[in-house]
Nanobody, 116 residues
Framework: QVQLVESGGGLVQPGGSLRLSCAASGSSSRFNTMGWYRQAPGKQRELVATITRAGVIMYADSVKGRFTVSRDNAKNTVYLQMNSLKPEDTAVYYC??????????WGQGTQVTASS
């Protein structure tokens, strides 16, 4: 059973920073692509950032220059450093992983709130 476990969400003032972590465990936990999606109330889930095992990175336009995705392949862990947070970044953030068979996995989600 593959599991993705997120940590690091919380409440921060606009302009602040948070770092999310996601650790994969279980069999078949070597992922080709890992990353983050988010879902705000009343909206569809959207891509935030992804990174392949080879280090190819993709960002949503709305977070470019503010968020940085990285991963530690040896630890099967992906990170999301979020700087200059805005109220519109408020959402549940989901860790994502796609294995080499093309099967997708999701974490349980962690709440990020940017509010004064």
């Amino acid at each position: 059973q593959v599991q993705l476990v997120e940590s690091g969400g919380g409440l921060v003032q606009p302009g602040g920073s948070l770092r999310l972590s996601c650790a994969a465990s279980g069999s078949s936990s070597r992922f080709n692509t890992m990353g983050w999606y988010r879902q705000a109330p009343g909206k569809q889930r959207e891509l935030v950032a992804t990174i392949t095992r080879a280090g190819v990175i993709m960002y949503a336009d709305s977070v470019k220059g503010r968020f940085t995705v990285s991963r530690d392949n040896a630890k099967n862990t992906v990170y999301l450093q979020m700087n200059s947070l805005k109220p519109e970044d408020t959402a549940v953030y989901y860790c994502y992983g796609r294995d080499f068979r093309g099967v997708d996995y999701w974490g349980q989600g962690t709440q990020v709130t940017a509010s004064s």
